[in-house]
């Protein structure tokens, strides 16, 4: 048996140590540019389909190929993508009113938060100041467990299993091509 050399030699270049990662306060600001979600519902109901075309019973066929299935599939979703968006807010108010436990939770951190931006108040913690955004911020984040010990987690995993189910079978068998052609689509599309 024959002895094989491999030549292992060669430079390394070793990353810098002593940096330690520290968390910035400062760095919180980016997410104070987050829509609202009160905003995000303007910019949904701005961008809805009417529900007699949404709902329309006749329109609901099977496709012919597995093709046109997945092509309607997507075609669907991006025409109807507002529609979808509302029913799952609609399942999760569902879910909401059904769940007192959490509906209580999310109204104790509403009020909270609101009592903090009325007093308008910066606190200190650890020798860093506080503003009133980052006290908001503090109180949903300790929310957080106590959403989960109240079943938070579980509405919230039972409402996308919902909304992928509901969606998933209006876009699957809601036959598109009844209402919108080729020639309409990019009319519909400047239109909204």
Known sequence: MEEVKVDISGDMNVPLT???SQFDFASLNQWQKLPSPMEILQL???SIRPWSEFINTSNFKTAASMQRLTARFVRNLDYFK???IFVFIVLMIYCLITSPLILLVLVAVAVASHK???????????GHQLNTSHQIMAINIASLPILFLVGAGSALFWTLGASCFVISLHAFFYNIDAIVT???EGFLAEVV
Not at 116 to 126: G, T
């Open 182 to 184: 080729e020639d309409t």
């Open 116 to 126: 903090i931006r009325q007093l308008q108040a910066s606190v200190s913690i650890f």
């Open 82 to 84: 507002s529609n979808y």
């Open 44 to 46: 949904v109901r701005k």
């Open 18 to 20: 002593g940096t330690k």
